[in-house]
């Protein structure tokens, strides 16, 4: 079946660690994503790449950064420099297209704790 | 100015019943997409239905049906007969299909509990 996996589904991290999380995906799209997304609150875009080894920042990389080596693969790593990381993130893909197609299909997410 | 409004931070309505979730739009880009996804409690994102800025016709999808009025830049979604299941977190969503980036803009979501 094709999907988005995304792991660990939980994370706790002590203060002052990075912490990457994983997204894969075998949708054979091109472009991916990461949210966060605040208890309450809607998402709001860190990262996106449309391309192998191209990716650009959204409204709050600050703290976060990702690499993109592999059109499946999307990692998020969470910096110490990122002040208040708690939240639960969700990883997206995309395919090229038109329509309903640009739409994105998510990942199951992955909850992030700061200890 | 925020892209995505989305007034309602409640909703409660009983079962079998419609309801109607609002979210108005602010673009000035001719092209562009509304999309409406479910948030359970699980946190999984679940796409429900699309409505493109030139279709004629409002979406509809099952029991989801959009209720598009261009002029007025709103999307509503209307869930026709509300089941027990339907109890979530709602967001509407839109893509602008000119700019570089092609990121989805949610809004802040409506909760939507269903009683029976």
């Known amino acids: 079946d094709g999907g988005i996996t995304q792991s660990p589904k939980y994370l706790f991290r002590k203060e002052g660690q990075n912490v990457t999380l994983s997204c894969e995906q075998n949708?054979?799209?091109?472009?991916m994503y990461w949210y966060r997304q605040d208890p309450g609150q809607g998402l709001r875009l860190i990262y996106y790449?449309?391309?192998?080894?191209?990716?650009q920042k959204g409204d709050i990389a600050e703290g976060y950064s990702v690499s993109r080596e592999k059109k499946e693969s999307f990692p998020l790593t969470v910096t110490s420099a990122q002040k208040n990381p708690t939240a639960f993130y969700l990883c997206?893909?995309?395919?090229?297209?038109?329509?309903?197609?640009?739409?994105?299909?998510f990942g199951p997410g992955t909850r992030l704790t700061v200890l | 100015a925020q892209k995505i409004t989305q007034t309602q931070p409640g909703m409660f309505v009983q079962e079998k019943e419609a309801v109607t979730l609002d979210c108005t739009y602010d673009?000035?880009?001719?092209?562009?997409?509304l999309f409406w996804y479910k948030q359970p409690s699980s946190g999984e994102m679940i796409f429900l239905i699309y409505?493109?800025?030139?279709?004629?016709q409002n979406a509809t999808e099952g029991r989801y049906s959009l209720n598009f009025q261009k002029a007025r830049k709103s999307a509503n979604l209307v869930i026709s007969a509300s089941q027990l299941g339907d109890s979530a977190m709602y967001f509407c969503?839109?893509?602008?299909?000119?700019?570089?980036?092609?990121?989805?803009?949610f809004g802040k979501g409506t909760t939507l509990s269903v009683s029976s």
């Open positions: 997206a893909s995309s395919a090229p297209g038109t329509g309903q197609l640009r739409g994105q299909y």
């Open positions: 790449s449309q391309i192998v080894n191209d990716f």
């Open positions: 409505q493109g800025s030139y279709d004629q």
């Open positions: 673009t000035s880009d001719p092209s562009y997409g």
């Open positions: 969503a839109m893509r602008e299909l000119n700019q570089a980036g092609t990121a989805l803009i």
């Open positions: 949708l054979n799209h091109d472009a």
